[in-house]
């Protein structure tokens, strides 16, 4: 049976039989069911698609969906899933990370599947803590956070993963939220959809040892002041557009009014998220959270070619080069005659 004879595949499909065992309340269960929409709708099949994970609550990912999957060690998916990917191009690799298992022990494997622009989709779960260690502050953690391995508050400066994968080279970089199913699904979708790596953070609440990190604009009655969603195209407006975003001439962001008559319209950024120049994205990636609403949506994405292009144009064509027998491959480079 062709893959376009086989009936369509439901949410359901993408489930496997596995208990889930993430914690009641956890946003790791809103990110499941993104998934799963969002495979459904781009009708991903099952044997085509493989999730590798590294270690952490997230990390339990490839037990729940119904696709091939690899559970491996701290820090090493994207290095795993690079070697899958590379073995086999045409299959749809997925990682799955944490903000402790990426930003620290796997910083090295995340910032170099990037600048290969290997055709990874990387996920990573960013709930500013260690949740299955039970605790401890993460790189992702804001200044003096009070965990138990910093009871007098974290002196660490946090990452921020956009500003990383953005300095990396990433060629698509975008961010979720675990309560913004809709918007979160459309990230998927998008970054699914691009050529190269894709990175997309998406903020996730812990109920259990960091619960509320967000909600200073995922409540219901601060996400309209405070989200900013990034639409290609489109001014950067927030708060019922009434307000925007300006950019300095050293690129630093500003808040403006665009008051009642629209006068200051015309002062607002217009989003370009395929700008050759990272700046805006940057500076939106670094802004404070507290003076600036929170952006979510694609920051950039830029086409280049894939990694595993390259190596596959290489391998075609030394495969081209084949020498005709044994004896010609042993003299064929570099010789020396020895009297």
Known sequence: MTTAERPPLAKKDYKSDQEVRWCPGCGDYSILNAVTGAFAKLQKQLHET?????????????????????????????AVATGTKLANPDLDVWVVTGDGDAMSIGGNHFIH????????????????IYGLTKGQYSPTSEQGKVTKSSPMGSVDYPFSPIALALGAGATFVARGVDVFGPQLEDVICR???????????????????????????????????????????????FANKTKGIRFTRE??????DIGADGKNLG??????????????????????ESDFPVPIGVFR?????????????????????????????????????VE
């Not at 609550?57 to 091939?68: I, K, L, V, W």
């Open 50 to 78: 493989v999730i590798i994970s590294g270690i952490g609550c997230s990390s339990r990912f490839p037990y729940y969906m119904e696709t091939y999957g690899f559970h491996t060690i701290h820090g090493r998916a994207p």
């Open 113 to 128: 599947a990037m600048r290969r622009n290997i055709g990874l989709k990387i996920l990573m779960f960013n709930n500013r």
């Open 191 to 237: 970054a699914s959809a691009h050529n190269g790596t894709a990175v997309t953070e998406i903020y996730q609440n812990c109920n259990i040892f960091n619960d509320g990190a967000y909600k200073g604009f995922t409540d219901k009655e601060a996400r309209e002041t405070r989200v900013l969603t990034l639409e290609h195209g489109k001014p950067l407006l």
């Open 251 to 256: 690129f630093m962001p500003e808040v403006i």
């Open 267 to 288: 002062e607002v950024f217009v989003w370009d998220e395929t700008a050759e120049n990272p700046a805006p994205a940057m500076a939106l990636a670094t802004a404070s």
């Open 301 to 337: 994405r830029r086409e280049k070619p894939s990694f595993e292009s390259g190596v596959t144009a290489q391998l075609q064509q030394a495969r081209a080069k084949k020498p005709g027998s044994v004896q010609d491959l042993l003299v064929q480079g570099e010789l020396w005659t």
